[in-house]
C-alpha cells in the first residue's frame, strides 16, 4: 500500500468563544520508523496552518472567522505522549517568539491571535 501524506488539516470548528475557531490535525500512530521524520512531518502541518490562516486561507473559506482568534490543535491517537509532548510546548511557545513569525500575527487583518492545543487519546 502507498504512503500518503496525512490532510494539512483535518477539520476546522468554531471554537469555545463566539470569537474562537479551532483547526484541528489529527495525529494516529502507533508509529513506526524514526521518530524525528514524524515531528518533521508534524512540524509542516503547524506551519502550513499557520502560513495559511495568515494568509487568509481561513478567512477565504470560512468568511465569520475572520478577525476571530485560531487555535490549531492537534488531537494524538495511540501516539506516545512521550515522542510529542517535548516538541509541541518548544513548537507551541517558540514559534512567535523569533524568526520570521515574530509578531506575525499582531495586527493580521485575517486573525487576532493563534493558539495551541494538544490532545492524547488511545482507540484500541
Known sequence: MPHTEPPLVNFIARGNTPNEWKVVLVVSG?????????????QNRL???????L?????EKFPESKGK?????V???NVR??????????FSTGVF????????????????????????????
Open 30 to 42: 502507533p508509529w513506526e520508523g524514526a521518530i524525528p521524520a514524524h515531528l518533521r512531518a508534524l
Open 47 to 53: 506551519y502550513g496552518c499557520i502560513d495559511g490562516a
Open 55 to 59: 494568509a487568509g486561507a481561513l478567512a
Open 69 to 73: 482568534s485560531l487555535v490549531i490543535q
Open 75 to 77: 488531537d494524538c491517537y
Open 81 to 90: 505522549r512521550s515522542d510529542v509532548d517535548a516538541f509541541f510546548r518548544m
Open 97 to 124: 517568539a523569533a524568526g520570521g513569525y515574530k509578531g506575525a500575527a499582531t495586527g493580521n487583518a485575517y486573525v487576532s491571535g493563534i493558539g495551541f492545543a494538544i490532545t492524547f487519546n488511545s482507540i484500541h
